[in-house]
């Protein structure tokens, strides 16, 4: 049912077919966080979580990123971390 490809740039892939489904649902992980941090490097994680989540000039929302729509398609967003 799940097939797993590992990309020539290192990036890992885990994929299913439905058959007759007529959306796409895209989840994206990073193995990174503050476990991962030097101390040197301390609060990066929490801060490139602040910059990715909390929205820009022409997004400045939550809501307003989550009803983006990309190419004219409607996208839904559930930003989350772990």
């Not at 009803?67 to 971390?81: G, H, N, Q, Y």
């Amino acid at each position: 049912m799940f097939e797993r490809t590992a990309l020539p740039a290192g990036p890992r892939v885990i994929s299913a077919r439905l058959p007759g489904a007529r959306s796409v649902s895209i989840a994206a992980y990073v193995l990174a966080g503050s476990r991962l941090e030097t101390p040197a490097e301390a609060g990066v994680a929490h801060f490139m979580e602040h910059i990715t989540f909390k929205g820009t000039a022409a997004y400045p929302t939550t809501r307003a990123i989550s009803e983006a729509k990309v190419r004219f398609i409607p996208l839904a967003v559930s930003p989350f971390t772990m």
